[in-house]
């Protein structure tokens, strides 16, 4: 329905920077099919009229697979598997049979039959096969679409200047949005680590995800801003909505794109102090977009990215695989792999494990992997094989004390003792780190320190254990002060600890990339950051508007304020002077989450 | 591997029971692989799991036996091709779909 209102939703900003442009729906849901009954002798007439939906179908599916080409086989495989379902006898001879049985029209029959497919696959206990019911929809609803004579809304019919508006994406959608001109995408579904998500911000689109009912309220052809930055989108805005956000998208462009020329030169401060700032990722195939951002390699590859979202475990060979081409395409940059970081709950499907009441505290990530040693030695051996192929650095989350820094090394050292024994050649082993992110770790940081080849802060978890603020609880959100006094003490006292063990220390949580924090953590000492992909022109340019003296003069003042709020205000305060007109507020202020 | 026997002597076919092998089980691409060979047959060909019989020619019939790795399947094939579509179905499932 076309509303004549505005209306703003809200949802999760998946993709930052500002779409402005008409909507184009897909709407793959809701076809209702006109229902009737026939006459025997329009029988034949009938079934021939499914036929040739079916035939029609199965041509634009190859036409789909064409424009493809050659941009993923997983995709392909997707479709073939469509292809298949076309003529499946379930499906077509069944809706054929019904016709003829039932004396009903060809929509009708499809329905019905489609809806006995779906209950079959609906009984399924395993998730994977259960949810291959969403492939029945989408070919019944190809067919369905091709009897009705309604045009199939293919991804590459899509105009210049529309902000695709769906429930959901398909495989074939996804990889087909790459080649069209989209300005942006506003989805019902979907989390940040959703492959949509992902394809979005590789691309620089504009997204809201999980929007839930995005796609009921906007027609085809309404105004829509997307605002990436924020997770809004404004429907039919008013005038004075539009006008702002027309001003605000060219700004930030212009900033944008001032900022992304500069992306890969290096992040020297102004009086030539060089810091390095990394990249993050989830998944391998990110790797080459983070690097074109400007990272200068990968400082946290969260590897359980590869363990979500799928029937069986990673064995130890699709591990290896993936981990090499991240190390081989960061070079002599490197990259910092993180093992296993996952709660129990998050793997019930491949290791049956009980109930925990409080598992932010529970057996997750390196408690679960020294637990479950099935689960961790492939782990270790992928990557010690990899290592072979370049800068392959281990970090181990979650380190509580010493005996578990401890027992990774042993595990370690078994695991490479297995490999030289099977005639794999390891000439040295990776260097190993962890994350110092709870706080008995930073209050032995001292004491790690000794033990481990580097650091990594991650600032999350260490914020929320640290002021036990759980962030997403509207009760408490309030309490979450990353400038914390608590905090920047701990951070002072890590950063001093490695720099007299004479070891690398970096930070990857959300305030590496946050550049509101940016000059509190170089007066701390910091020199390495690792951040989401979008981030890095930022804080790269923030960096080489500041002065590291300051810093540490904005620092000593932080130290001596008594409460969280006055230390934010001092930041708040100075920063702007400090960064003078060197970073346009338009790219600034989206990035920031300043408090 | 199974010893081939004859359904029973007074219905015609044949049948041999088999294990899913591969990773994934009988996923979409290892159901889109089984269907290929198995249209290529005149031979009706089933697949069956405990209770549930299902069509080998229908791919979604295939995912609704949700045969993860391990699973036995018995595999009866009728009509005038039936040895050979026997054996084409069974290479296909010994050879783990070619995937692994």
């Known amino acids: ?595 | 591997m199974s010893e081939e026997v004859s359904v029973s002597d007074t219905l015609p076919g044949l049948s041999r029971e088999l294990t899913i092998q591969n990773r994934l089980g009988l996923h979409a691409r290892a159901s889109a692989t089984l269907v290929r060979v198995a249209t290529q047959f005149k031979a009706e060909i089933t697949l069956s799991r405990d209770d549930q019989s299902v069509n080998a020619k229908s791919i979604l019939g295939m995912m609704t036996l949700a045969a993860a790795q391990g699973t036995r399947v018995r595999v009866t094939c009728v009509g005038a091709d039936e040895a050979a579509a026997l054996e084409a179905v069974a290479a296909c499932i010994n050879n783990k779909f070619g995937e692994d």
Not at chain 1, 181 to 191: Q, S
Not at chain 1, 421 to 434: D, H, N, Q, S
Not at chain 1, 516 to 533: C, D, K, P, Q, V
């Open chain 1, 1 to 595: 329905m076309n509303l004549v209102g505005s209306i703003t939703l809200k949802g999760i900003a998946a993709s930052p920077g500002i779409a402005i442009g008409r909507a184009y729906l897909i709407d793959r849901r809701r076809v209702a099919p006109p229902k009737r009954h026939i006459t025997p002798h329009e029988v034949e007439a009938e079934v021939a009229r499914f036929d040739e939906a079916v035939r029609e179908s199965e041509r634009q599916l190859r036409e789909v697979k064409l424009k493809l080409g050659a941009a993923g086989t997983e995709h392909i495989q997707i479709l073939e598997a469509h292809e298949l379902m076309l003529h499946d006898p379930m499906l077509v001879d069944g809706a054929r049979q019904m016709v003829r049985d039932q004396l009903i029209n060809a929509e009708w029959a499809l329905k019905k039959t489609t809806k006995s497919v779906r209950e079959l696959f609906s009984h399924i206990q395993d998730e994977y096969f259960r949810e291959r019911r969403a492939d029945v929809d989408y070919v019944a609803d190809r067919v369905l679409r091709n009897l009705m004579g309604t045009s199939q809304t293919a991804v590459t019919e899509i105009g210049p200047g529309s902000v695709l508006i769906a429930h959901d994406l398909s495989p074939s959608d996804t990889a087909l949005l790459q080649q069209t001109p989209v300005l942006g995408l506003a989805l019902d579904v979907g989390g940040m680590t959703s492959h949509t998500a992902i394809v979005a911000r590789n691309h620089k689109l504009p997204a809201v995800i999980g929007l839930e009912h995005v796609s009921d309220v906007i027609g085809s052809g309404d105004i829509v801003i997307v605002d990436g930055s924020a997770g809004l989108v404004l429907v039919n805005p008013a005038l004075e909505d539009l006008q702002r956000y027309q001003q605000q998208a060219m700004r930030y462009s212009v900033g944008r794109a001032a900022l992304d020329a500069h992306a890969q030169e290096p992040a020297t401060t102004l009086d030539g102090v060089h810091v390095r700032v990394a990249g993050n990722i989830e998944l391998h195939d990110e790797t080459g977009f983070v690097l074109d951002s400007g990272a200068e390699g990968i400082g946290l590859y969260r590897t359980e990215f590869l363990y979500m979202n799928r029937d069986a475990l990673p064995d130890e060979e699709e591990q290896y695989r993936h981990y090499r081409e991240v190390v081989e395409r960061c070079g002599p940059l490197g990259a910092t792999l993180r093992t296993l970081d996952i709660g129990g709950d998050k793997l019930v499907s491949h290791v049956k494990l009980p109930k925990e009441a409080n598992p932010a505290m529970g057996l997750r990530a390196l408690r679960l992997c020294l637990r479950e040693s099935g689960l961790f030695r492939p782990q270790l051996r992928a990557l010690l094989r990899a290592s072979v192929h370049g800068e392959l650095r281990i970090m181990v989350p979650f380190v509580s004390g010493l005996a578990e820094v401890r027992a990774v090394k042993r595990l370690l050292a078994e695991c490479h003792a297995e490999l030289l024994a099977e005639g794999v050649a390891l000439p040295r082993l990776p260097a190993l780190g962890i994350m110092v992110e709870l706080p008995s770790a930073a209050a032995i940081a001292d004491i790690l320190a000794r033990e481990v080849d580097f650091f990594a802060i991650g600032t999350n978890d260490l914020i929320q254990y640290a002021l036990a603020i759980d962030r997403a609880n509207e009760h408490v959100g309030y309490l979450y002060h990353p400038l914390h006094p608590a905090l920047l003490r701990m951070l002072q006292f890590i950063l001093r600890s490695g720099a007299e063990a004479g070891i690398r220390v970096s930070m990857c949580g959300e305030m590496a990339g946050d550049p509101f924090y940016t000059a509190i953590l170089l007066g701390l000492g910091l020199r390495e950051f690792s951040m989401n992909a979008v981030s890095v022109p930022v804080v790269k340019q923030v960096i080489r508007s500041l002065d590291v003296s300051a810093c540490e003069a904005l620092l000593a003042e932080a130290m001596m304020l008594p409460d969280a709020s006055d230390i934010e205000h001092l930041v708040s305060e100075r920063l702007g002077p400090m960064l003078g007109t060197r970073i346009s507020r338009e790219v600034f202020d989206p990035m920031s989450h300043r408090p």
